[in-house]
């Protein structure tokens, strides 16, 4: 299995949530980014989610501005696949990010999603 896709926009950082802290503007925002993940990966993936182990590339494509932590951006695409392409975000072994700058109108974020091979697995074990 491997699965390309681009998701247009402004990436939008992972945030911590709480109980109460779900409700704030930028934990909406965050969710609503999640569902617009989601809802691409469901366009260009139409199979059952892999209980195999994988490996995500991503590049954010960001201008200027206040920009957030890489590792957030990444999170907020592995947790957007969830039960989407594969099973649980756990199985991701192999991750590689990039924050690249942009002009305004071609925001975006590329993503790869693969399973990974017996070579690919060895190399990590």
Not at 10 to 19: D, F, G
Not at 94 to 101: F, G, L, Q, R, T
Request: glycine fraction near 6%; include cysteine; proline fraction near 4%.
């Amino acid at each position: 299995m491997q699965l390309e896709f681009t998701v247009p926009g402004r990436a939008i950082p992972a945030v911590r949530m709480t109980q109460r802290s779900k409700f704030t503007p930028r934990a909406q925002r965050y969710l609503a980014y999640k569902g617009q993940v989601g809802w691409i990966a469901k366009q260009h993936f139409q199979g059952q989610p892999t209980d195999k182990p994988i490996g995500i590339s991503l590049t954010v494509y960001l201008c200027g501005g206040n920009q957030g932590d890489i590792d957030n951006y990444f999170k907020s695409i592995a947790d957007s696949l969830n039960k989407i392409v594969y099973e649980d975000d756990r199985q991701i072994k192999i991750i590689k990010a990039i924050k690249a700058e942009c002009t305004k109108d071609n925001e975006r974020v590329e993503v790869k999603v693969y399973e990974l091979d017996e070579s690919e697995l060895a190399q990590i074990s």
